[in-house]
Nanobody
Framework: QVQLVESGGGLVQAGGSLRPSCAAS????????MDWYRQRPGKERELVAV???????YYADSVKGRFTISRDNAKNTLYLQMNSLKPEETAIYYC??????????WGQGTQVTVSS
C-alpha cells in the first residue's frame, strides 16, 4: 500500500521561502513520476511541478524560476523548494505519485500561508 505524508508547510511572509517535503512508503516511489499540486481557497486544484523518475522537471509558468522540485529516491522523499512566495500562493499543497501518466496516490496536504 502506498502512503504519502507531507510536512514542512507553515506561515511565511511574502518574499520568504518554505520547503515542504513528502515522504512516501511503498516500492513504486523510485519508478514513477511525482507531482506537487496546490489548491487555493475557492479554486480548483492546480499542478505546480512534476519530476520524472529520471529527474526531468516541469513547472507551471507561475512558479518557474522560484520553485524547485526534487526527489531523493534513497529516502523515498519528494521536496518543493519555494522561494519569493506571494500571498496569492497561500494554499494547501499536495504531493502525488503518478500512475499511467496521471496522479493516482495523494497525500493529505500541507498548509502554506503567505502573509502580506
Amino acid at each position: 500500500q502506498v502512503q504519502l505524508v507531507e510536512s514542512g508547510g507553515g506561515l511565511v511572509q511574502a518574499g520568504g521561502s518554505l520547503r515542504p517535503s513528502c515522504a512516501a512508503s511503498g516500492s513504486i516511489f523510485s519508478i514513477n513520476a511525482m507531482d506537487w499540486y496546490r489548491q487555493r481557497p475557492g479554486k480548483e486544484r492546480e499542478l505546480v511541478a512534476v519530476i520524472s523518475s529520471g529527474g526531468r522537471t516541469y513547472y507551471a509558468d507561475s512558479v518557474k524560476g522560484r520553485f524547485t522540485i526534487s526527489r531523493d529516491n534513497a529516502k523515498n522523499t519528494l521536496y518543493l523548494q519555494m522561494n519569493s512566495l506571494k500571498p496569492e500562493e497561500t494554499a494547501i499543497y499536495y504531493c502525488a505519485i503518478e500512475h499511467m501518466g496521471r496522479p493516482h496516490y495523494w497525500g493529505q496536504g500541507t498548509q502554506v500561508t503567505v502573509s502580506s
